[in-house]
């Protein structure tokens, strides 16, 4: 589903905890008395004050109905397209016949800070793990691009070390490397889309974006990180991402002929050479 964290509870007879999920780690409160104590009301009330963002919701996703104006339009748009891969049915994009399942994304893009409309239906590419990455694969109709693209999903590592993958295609770009995704727009994803659609621009040192906060709720970080061997890990912050790109590719093991797959790799270290 389109979350950034998920909030659970382990209701035993007398001690319950409260566990928090999201794409950095799984972190869980100290054991508490449900029954006679304060503490799981005091979450609901807490819950119920919280914001949509802050409660885990993707506030850049909407769902929308089969009939709606989006999906009339993204339909126009993709019978007049053939941008899809052989073998992959219009149908399958956006079906025909849809009750529910049909999503309008507004994708940001963190240079020229403007949003794209993008009709989606369902991933066709995922991992099994909330944990992690968690990348997704979806094909999408961009409605201000008039296109039928590619959508990669997906939680990066917040390292100061690794630029951000669409930093990197921008950066492709300018150079004319060959046989490129065509990447065109795409960034990190605001926390509160709504709030930031409704005014023209915004600055990017105040835009705040959809992160982990579980490396932040351990306490006692290093007793808790480190392992009998001695070898530390620990729970690293990851940022929510996301990208469109023009072309749409197939699976490697896809090729047709030992000709199509040697080009395809060929082609590929051509694009990854210096």
Request: hydrophobic fraction near 40%; charged fraction near 20%.
């Amino acid at each position: 589903s389109h979350r950034t964290c998920i909030y659970a509870f382990v209701l035993m007879p007398t001690f319950a905890r409260l566990i928090r999920f999201d794409h950095a780690g799984i972190v869980f409160s100290d054991r508490f008395v449900w029954r006679t104590s304060g503490d799981l009301v005091e979450f609901f009330v807490c819950f119920d004050r919280m914001s949509f963002a802050e409660r885990g919701l993707d506030t850049s996703v909407s769902s929308i109905s089969s009939d709606c104006e989006e999906a009339l339009q993204a339909r126009d748009i993709l019978v007049a397209s053939d941008a899809l891969p052989d073998g992959v049915m219009k149908s399958s994009v956006i079906p025909d016949a849809c009750d529910g399942g049909l999503f309008l994304m507004h994708v940001y893009d963190d240079e020229l800070r403007t949003f794209h409309r993008v009709v989606v239906h369902h991933a066709i590419k995922s991992v099994e793990f909330f944990i992690g990455r968690s990348t997704r694969g979806f094909y999408g109709v961009d409605l201000d691009q008039n296109a039928v693209v590619y959508w990669k999903d997906a939680w990066r590592i917040a390292s100061p070390n690794s630029a951000p993958e669409a930093a990197t295609y921008r950066r492709l770009n300018k150079h004319d490397v060959p046989y490129l995704p065509d990447f065109y727009h795409g960034g990190d994803v605001p926390t509160d889309t709504p709030a930031l659609l409704a005014i023209a621009s915004s600055s990017p040192a105040a835009l705040r974006t959809q992160r982990t906060l579980s490396q932040d709720l351990i306490q006692d970080r290093e007793v808790l990180l480190r392992r009998p061997s001695g070898i530390t890990t620990g729970l690293y912050p990851h940022v929510h991402h996301r990208m469109l790109f023009k072309k749409i590719g197939r699976s490697l093991k896809s090729f047709k002929s030992t000709h199509e797959l040697c080009t395809a790799m060929f082609h590929g270290l051509q694009c990854s050479s210096p």
